[in-house]
């Protein structure tokens, strides 16, 4: 299902396989598990591993956002796979996420 990984400050949760109304409201509650956990200051969800996101997939990455947002944390996505990012620039919900090409690469913005 997913797997967490904590650094320092960021938490990075990793969905894997399909992502639809019949396992979303599960990778949500993970996300906002995440997200109220302390002390970190980041959720990064790590797509690399996602072949398919539907609109109940997009709603929890949706909701998740915003709960970090209210929370004053900031939450991104990264290593997306091709699918997966055609469906955020339809969309538009590529301008919403902070997106980051690796976990690397958004570790180093934060730094």
């Known amino acids: 299902m997913q797997k ?13 396989g399909d992502i639809n109304a019949s396992n979303a409201n599960a990778l949500q509650q993970q996300l906002e598990q995440a997200v109220n956990s302390q002390p970190n200051s980041f959720v990064l ?17 949706v909701t998740a956002m915003n709960l970090a947002q209210e929370k004053d944390l900031g939450f991104g996505l990264c290593s997306l796979p091709p699918s997966i990012r055609i469906v955020l620039e339809v969309t538009q919900l590529d301008q919403v996420f902070q997106v980051f090409a690796d976990c690397a690469a958004c570790e180093a913005t934060l730094s």
């Open 4 to 16: 967490l990984l904590v650094k320092p400050s960021v938490m990075v949760v990793q969905p894997t």
């Open 45 to 61: 969800v790590d797509m690399s591993h996602v072949t398919s996101l539907d609109s109940a997939g997009l709603m929890a990455l």
